[in-house]
C-alpha cells in the first residue's frame, strides 16, 4: 500500500472565510480518503468543523497565547515540522501564512497560495468585473497540489440536518441582520419592518446575533408574537444545528450565509456596499436568491468598509422591505415548502 500523504490546510481567519473551506475540505477528504487533511485555524473557529471526515484533524493556532509573538510563532513552526507534510495548500495569503509558506518552501516543501486577485480588485469596484468565487480558487489551489477535486457536499451534518436545541415551528425563517461594517447592514428599523411582514404571512422567525445585540434583538421579539431571538444563546454547534432545521435564512453578506451553507439551509443574502461578483457568495447559494439593487456604485469595495463614500447608502436604503420578503416566499415555493 502506498504511504499516506499529509496536506496541510491553512486558512486562519475570519468566520464567514474558514466556514467557505469546509465543503471544500470535506469534498477533499471524501474523494482522497488515503490522504491526511489537516486544517490550521484559530481555536474558535475548528468548532466549524463539524462532524468532520475521519481523515480531516485541526489544528488549533492561539496566536493570543501560546504561538504569541516571534516566539510563539517559532513554536508553531516547529510544532508543524513534526506532522512531514507533504505539500502546503494555503488558503489564506497574508502576511502570518506567508511565514509558514516560507518554513516549508526552505524545506522544499511544494507550497500552493489562494489567488485574492488583488490586482483585479480596482476592476471590480470601477468596472464591475466578477472575481473567481473562493470556492473555486480553494478548488484552484488543491488542483496545483495535485488533487483536483469535485464539489461532493451538502451538509456537515450526515443526515442534512440534526436535532435542534430549540422547537422550530414551520415555516421557519431565520433572520441574522447584522454585519460587522455599516456598508453591508441593511438598516435596522427596515429589517423589523420585513420579520413582521414574514410574521403576517404566517412564517415563524427566530432571530441570530451575538451577545452584544442580543438586547436589540431582544427588543424585537417583545413587539411579535411568533418570534424568538436566539442571540448570545448558543455555542456555534447549536447555532448550526438550528439553522438546518430552517426553511430559509436571510442574511446579509455576512458569515450567517455561509453556516446556513454549512448546513444546506437557502440563504436570502442582502447585498449593499459588496455583491456577489466581489466572490464571496455563499457555497450552494442561488444569485438569484440575492437582494441587490445593482447600482452603478456598487460594490464600493471587496469587503465591506465603515462608510458610504457617497453618504447616502442606496445600495440599502434603496431596498424595500417588500423585496426581501417577496424573496423569501419565492424560494419555499422553488423549493416546494408550504407559504400560509
Avoid at 475570519?14 to 467557505?20: E, F, H, Q, R, S
Wanted: with cysteine; glycine share 8%.
Amino acid at each position: 500500500m502506498d504511504k499516506r500523504k499529509k496536506i496541510l490546510i491553512i486558512r486562519l481567519s475570519a468566520l464567514g472565510d474558514v466556514a467557505m473551506t469546509v465543503p471544500v475540505i470535506y469534498s477533499l477528504a471524501k474523494q482522497y480518503p488515503h490522504l491526511d487533511v489537516h486544517v490550521l485555524t484559530r481555536p474558535f473557529f475548528a468548532n466549524l468543523f463539524v462532524d468532520k471526515p475521519d481523515n480531516v484533524k485541526v489544528i488549533e493556532a492561539d496566536f493570543k497565547s501560546r504561538f504569541k509573538g516571534i516566539t510563539g510563532m517559532l513554536r508553531l513552526l516547529r510544532e508543524l515540522g513534526k506532522y512531514k507534510f507533504d505539500c502546503v495548500a494555503d488558503f489564506h495569503n497574508v502576511l502570518r501564512s506567508w511565514v509558514v509558506d516560507a518554513f516549508f518552501l526552505i524545506k522544499g516543501i511544494p507550497v500552493k497560495m489562494v489567488d485574492k486577485q488583488r490586482r483585479g480588485r480596482k476592476d471590480v469596484v470601477k468596472r464591475h468585473v466578477k472575481q473567481a468565487n473562493f470556492i473555486n480558487r480553494y478548488l484552484d489551489v488543491l488542483a496545483k497540489l495535485g488533487f483536483a477535486v469535485s464539489l461532493d457536499f451538502g451538509s456537515v451534518f450526515h443526515d442534512g440536518s440534526t436535532e435542534s436545541p430549540v422547537s422550530i415551528e414551520h415555516p421557519a425563517v431565520g433572520i441574522a441582520p447584522f454585519a460587522r461594517y455599516s456598508t453591508k447592514t441593511y438598516p435596522l428599523d427596515k429589517m423589523l419592518e420585513v420579520a413582521k411582514a414574514l410574521e403576517r404571512e404566517g412564517f415563524y422567525v427566530y432571530l441570530f446575533g451575538g451577545k452584544n445585540e442580543a438586547e436589540t434583538l431582544a427588543g424585537w421579539q417583545s413587539v411579535m408574537s411568533r418570534c424568538r431571538s436566539l442571540a448570545g444563546e448558543f455555542r456555534l454547534y447549536d447555532e448550526l444545528a438550528i439553522i438546518s432545521n430552517l426553511d430559509v435564512m436571510v442574511t446579509m453578506d455576512s458569515a450567517n450565509q455561509h453556516l446556513a451553507s454549512m448546513v444546506g439551509t437557502k440563504a436570502v443574502t442582502v447585498w449593499g456596499g459588496t455583491t456577489p461578483i466581489c466572490g464571496f457568495l455563499g457555497f450552494g447559494q442561488d444569485e438569484d436568491n440575492a437582494v441587490c439593487l445593482g447600482l452603478p456604485c456598487q460594490p464600493c469595495s471587496i469587503a465591506g468598509g465603515a462608510k458610504c463614500r457617497l453618504g447616502h447608502l442606496k445600495c440599502l436604503n434603496g431596498i424595500a422591505p417588500e423585496m426581501i420578503v417577496e424573496k423569501v416566499k419565492a424560494v419555499l415555493l422553488r423549493d416546494n415548502k408550504k407559504v400560509l
